[in-house]
């Protein structure tokens, strides 16, 4: 691996949502444990004051990045098309943030609510999702801004849950600022292996979540990381990679929810974020050993 990646967050292991004063704690903390990226879920955002937010964020010396996933009644896969049009709507406002925010990364399950679909996604559906994203794509490139779609698994989407689904649907799209993330508690539900994925998406990967299997602490679950971090060193993959963790000690009403957050992993964020920084530059160093 030639350039290094950005090592990011997700602010949920810190505070519950994004009002000024958690923004605040989430930047301190994102800091003070040595990260690059501090990722901010867009789920409540208008309680989220943009200019302060980047102000911080340029303080700390740090990149941002935004995820989200829509909602059952604002999905732009239904085939309802005012259900479509108040998830196209919340799409727009969430790139303006993005943008307001000086990002470059708008991401997630921007395809579909988060949650556990009762049928498979019908074909209409399907086009209302490339429809919307063409048209968002093409907004997002006046602003430098690149889409990601998160390969989600089954229990909480049925628009894209392998690389092969999401490849298929960046290539219906049909724009150069669409590109694949990857996150290894979904590919260790959905995938084969934590190789193929990454090979099949090769220059195509944008993001990355790193997460165990029940989302606590790196190591301590049964994700096979070595093979995942090599796959990266071989594809070269310099973008970001970021921390994701989820446990009942930090609740968001909305989002922790919709993850199905209900354990209590972990206790000390500070203590999990150090020790998963660490865990992550000791595997990139690693592979880069072997792939040099
Ligand atoms: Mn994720």
């Keep these: 691996m030639t350039a290094r990646n950005p090592i990011g967050v997700h602010a ?3 505070v519950g ?23 901010l879920s867009l789920h409540e955002m208008e309680v989220l004051d943009v200019a302060e937010t980047r102000r911080a964020l340029q303080d700390a010396g740090l990149q941002v990045a935004c995820s989200r996933g829509l909602a059952f009644d604002a999905d732009v896969s239904s085939d309802d098309p005012e259900v479509v049009a ?3 709507a919340i799409l727009q406002d969430s790139l303006e943030v993005v943008a307001g925010l000086g990002g470059s990364v708008l991401t997630g ?18 086009a209302n ?10 907004e997002a490139a006046g ?19 392998t690389a092969r689904d999401a490849l298929r649907l960046a290539d219906d799209i049909g724009e150069d600022n669409v590109m694949i993330h ?24 944008g993001y990355v979540h790193i997460g165990e299997n029940h989302r606590g602490y790196l190591g301590s679950g049964s994700i096979d990381f070595p093979a995942f971090f090599h ?20 609740v968001s009403p909305t989002l922790s929810n919709d993850l199905a957050v209900w354990r209590s992993l972990w206790t000390d964020g500070d203590d999990l974020a150090r020790r998963a920084h660490q865990f992550i530059e000791t595997h990139l160093a690693a592979a880069a050993s072997i792939s040099a």
């Design 17 to 39: 949502g994004t009002r000024p004063d958690e923004i605040a704690e989430a930047v301190r903390r994102t800091r003070a444990a040595g990260f690059d990226l501090l990722e």
């Design 109 to 126: 399950a921007l395809y579909s609510a988060l949650g556990k679909y009762g049928r498979p996604l019908t074909s209409a559906g399907r």
């Design 129 to 138: 999702v490339v429809a919307v994203l063409r048209d968002l794509a093409r």
């Design 86 to 88: 108040r998830g196209a």
């Design 12 to 14: 949920l292991v810190w």
């Design 143 to 161: 602003r430098d801004v690149t889409l990601g779609l998160e390969i989600c698994n089954r229990y909480e989407t049925n628009v894209i849950n």
């Design 231 to 250: 796959a990266l060193a071989t594809i070269g993959f310099d973008g970001p990679i970021t921390f994701e963790s989820f446990s009942s000690a930090v």
């Design 182 to 205: 990857l996150d290894t508690y979904h590919m260790n539900i959905e995938e084969s292996d934590f190789v193929t994925p990454v090979l099949e998406v090769g220059d195509r990967l």
